[in-house]
């Protein structure tokens, strides 16, 4: 069994979740730490493209050449359109390379091709670009190269374009990270705890909501994926215990329930401000009992009269 | 290759069907003077633009948004010359819609459009506007739509805060005779014919600019440069600034630029804190705003404010610019599970709005404000525990805690409910009343446990603030 079809003939969840990376298309941003290092992801993806067809290219700056294709089969290696740019990054030795214009030249002669394969870009690592480039530049040249087949009318001339970018997080600050998140179509975040990682994979598509799930994997010597299931719940230390609401109104001094009886009295009961036809007459009727009732009120020393002024200051 | 993308022949001009069926009038009255033996043209003496309507309270030229409750919010409209800034949400999912709306409005009226944009071909942004809705089975639909998402709650009396149930609903479905403002389905997409029929103008950055242009310190970016020139001549040749004498209808620009800042316009604000063209944008449309004052023209511009840096750049650019209404969505952030704002996308902010020709400018005084995309409108509602929410401002919280209870005894029309609130006011007052008489608050003689006629510190230095428990919290 060639290694080809034993790949594709993996289990479905592995499948699934490298396929649902690259199916969209346009840029794939894995973001990575120092803790949790993304370029065997980076590596995984390139094999499953490669093993699909597609036509891959590599822009190699930050390791070499024989450290990025170890662990490839000789199949998968010959598949693999490598451009160097870590052995010569400022082209020193000038001798006559594919892509003159360095690395950003070798993305602007890819906005240019035309024919129908689908083609998956690797940038190793986006990061090293984004050190050297302008962002503004290298922005605009990702987007040109990740939307050549956004036109509707042409769909079918020019294949889908994957680019993958490998990004440093802690090398950049929060402006260059933003804008390049705000052009990916998918974003994958590598973290984890005690020793698994896990993959938090945000998808944008366009004009619909985002999608976010969040992946616990860990990639074999070959690299294929192996999908797991998350860390064990009782090993983290701070789970808190489901503490049942609670229900404030039980140990009260005051009741605050109804019963129907006093809920049909409150609803009969007439506010003092609505004027009902009763309270007009109660109003209009000569009061009986006026001349009778009096009040006598002798003020105490500490009787404040004047309720509004306290050190009685004003001279009314 | 053509640069600009202009599309086919002008609108049917309205304008002088409109004359010679009046020529043919029901009065035999005979105007005396010069103009008894005037053309067709130019007998009406008063030019009314299509889809323009001066404001009721100064006069000034509006035109629609496209949403006709955003016109609500906005005292009546877009004035003509002004810019309307949309602060984009964090996944740009609602803001497009804005500016498709205001795209669309453009074209059902006959006005002139310009799209600009560095992201996407402009041609396929007028190929995704969302259809019109011009007739009335149509109408049946939105309150059908409408009267399914009522909840039960929201038709319960109130007693004693009557006055809360004369607040003016915001108007969501379609009115009779909209000739200003038209509903859209964005479930559709507007037909073809409408689209070819109209004028509009497209600016795609990628095909104008050549990517090794020196910039130089302080100056726009390129790709800003080449917009401003693109619109100076679209006004200039097409003579919305009055140069050239115009043989037909006067009309309207209406001016579309999405994502405004964004490193695809080779802006670098959003990359960086300090960067060398700072100034760039904010340059872009201080003279934007000179264009369009001296042209009969309208514009609509979104940024991603959120990804700016520099947090100061941000309040420039809405300085410069006349409206601004800021768009925060809910997905994602800890407000998606509150359920005060379950039935709603995101809350629609409007931060500025201008003062045109007046001291004072026509802020409405509703704050918040909640917007919802369902399957065929955008619609933008008062959040529904309005009653509630300003209810606690006069309240402390412990008590509107009592008032949401279902069968509380504390409910409105309670005996307990008024006197606490006569006794709760009349502390408030003379709490007030001794603040300002003396601008000291009471001596705190007690055990410091119970603060002393605590009274909702609303004005507390010039702002509001919630109103605090009537237990103070021991120092």
């Known amino acids: 069994m060639t290694p080809s079809e034993g790949a594709r003939a993996g289990t479905g969840r592995e499948l699934e979740m490298l396929d649902s990376l690259l199916a969209l298309g346009g840029l794939v941003l894995l973001r990575d730490s120092v803790e949790w290092e993304g370029r065997s992801l980076l590596k995984a993806l390139v094999k499953k493209s490669a093993l699909c067809g597609e036509q891959v290219h590599i822009l190699g700056c930050e390791v070499s050449e024989e450290e990025f294709r170890e662990g490839f089969d000789s199949d998968i290696n010959n598949r693999l359109v490598y451009h160097d740019f870590f052995r010569d990054p400022l082209n020193w030795s000038k001798t006559e390379e594919a892509f003159p214009g360095g690395p950003l030249g070798a993305l602007r002669a890819m906005c240019k091709r035309t024919d129908p394969v689908p083609v998956t870009i690797a940038l190793d690592s986006l990061s090293w670009l984004l050190l050297r480039l302008p962002c503004t530049t290298l922005c605009q040249v990702l987007h040109a190269v990740s939307h050549q087949d956004s036109c509707p009318g042409d769909s079918s001339s020019v294949g889908k374009v994957s680019v993958l970018g490998l990004l440093h997080e802690e090398l950049h600050g929060p402006g260059p990270v933003g804008a390049l998140s705000s052009l990916a179509q998918t974003e994958v975040t590598l973290g984890g705890t005690m020793g698994q990682a896990s993959a938090h994979i945000l998808c944008r598509r366009p004009r619909q909501r985002p999608t976010d799930q969040t992946q616990w994997f860990s990639i074999l010597p070959d690299f294929s994926l192996d999908l797991q299931e998350g860390p064990s719940v009782e090993s983290q230390p701070y789970s808190d215990p489901h503490i049942p609401p609670v229900d404030p109104t039980t140990h009260l001094t005051f009741n605050l329930h109804l019963s129907k009886k006093e809920r049909e009295a409150r609803d009969s009961l007439i506010l003092p401000f609505q004027f009902s036809s009763e309270k007009q007459q109660a109003l209009l009727r000569p009061r009986p009992g006026q001349a009778t009732s009096h009040i006598f009120y002798e003020p105490d020393a500490y009787d404040d009269l004047d309720q509004e002024d306290p050190d009685d200051d004003l001279d009314i | ?475």
């Open chain 2, 1 to 475: 290759m053509a640069a600009v993308a202009t599309c086919g022949s002008v609108a049917a001009s309205t304008g002088s069907a409109v004359a010679t069926a009046s020529k043919s009038n029901v009065t035999s009255f005979q105007r005396r003077g010069p103009r008894a033996s005037v053309t067709n043209d130019s007998g009406p003496r008063l030019v009314s633009i299509a889809g323009t309507r001066p404001s009721v309270r100064n006069g000034q030229l509006l035109v629609s948004t496209g949403l006709p409750a955003l016109d609500q919010l906005l005292g009546g409209g877009l004035a003509v010359g002004t810019v309307l800034l949309i602060e984009e949400d964090k996944y740009n999912i609602y803001s497009p819609l804005l500016f498709k709306y205001f795209l669309a409005e453009g074209i059902v009226n006959g006005h002139t459009l310009l799209v600009a944009s560095a992201k996407e071909d402009p041609a396929n942004i007028l190929q995704e506007l969302p259809a019109p809705l011009l007739d009335d089975k149509c109408k049946k639909e939105f309150d059908e739509d409408v009267y399914n998402h009522k909840t039960p709650e929201s038709n319960i009396k109130m007693k004693i805060a009557w006055r809360y149930q004369l607040l003016p609903k915001m108007e969501i479905g379609p009115v009779s005779s909209s000739r200003f403002g038209h509903y859209y389905d964005a479930s559709k997409r507007m037909p073809q014919e409408l689209i070819e029929a109209s004028n509009w103008h497209g600016f795609f950055l990628p095909e104008k600019i050549s990517s090794t242009l020196k910039v130089e310190p302080c100056s726009l970016t390129p790709g800003y440069t080449k917009l401003l020139q693109f619109i100076q001549n679209i006004i200039y040749e097409e003579g919305f600034d009055g140069s050239n004498p115009q043989k037909k209808q006067r009309n309207i620009l209406r001016i579309g630029i999405q994502n405004l800042g964004s490193p695809l316009w080779g802006d670098d604000i959003c990359c960086a804190e300090n960067g060398g063209n700072s100034h760039s944008l904010t340059k872009f449309l201080y003279v934007l705003r000179g264009l369009l004052r001296t042209s009969l023209s309208a514009c609509i511009i979104t940024m991603p404010t959120h990804l700016i840096q520099n947090k100061a750049i941000i309040a420039r650019v809405t300085t410069l610019s006349d409206v601004v209404v800021g768009l925060e969505s809910f997905i994602g952030s800890e407000r998606e599970t509150n359920p005060l704002y379950k039935d709603y996308h995101g809350l629609i902010h409007i931060r500025q709005i201008p003062r045109l020709n007046n001291l004072i400018c026509d802020e409405s005084d509703v704050k918040d404000l909640a917007f919802k995309l369902k399957r065929k409108l955008f619609t933008i509602e008062w959040v529904q525990d309005n009653y509630l929410r300003q209810e606690r401002n006069i309240y402390p919280p412990g008590f509107s805690y009592l008032l949401k209870q279902k069968d509380s005894a504390w409910g409105e029309g309670s005996l307990q409910h008024s006197t606490f609130l006569m006794s709760f006011l009349a502390k408030a007052t003379a709490f007030a009343s001794r603040l300002v008489r003396h601008s000291e608050p009471l001596k705190q003689n007690g055990s410091g446990r119970i603060r002393q006629a605590a009274g909702p510190r609303l004005w507390h230095d010039g702002r509001r603030q919630e109103a605090p428990g009537l237990l103070g919290i021991p120092p």
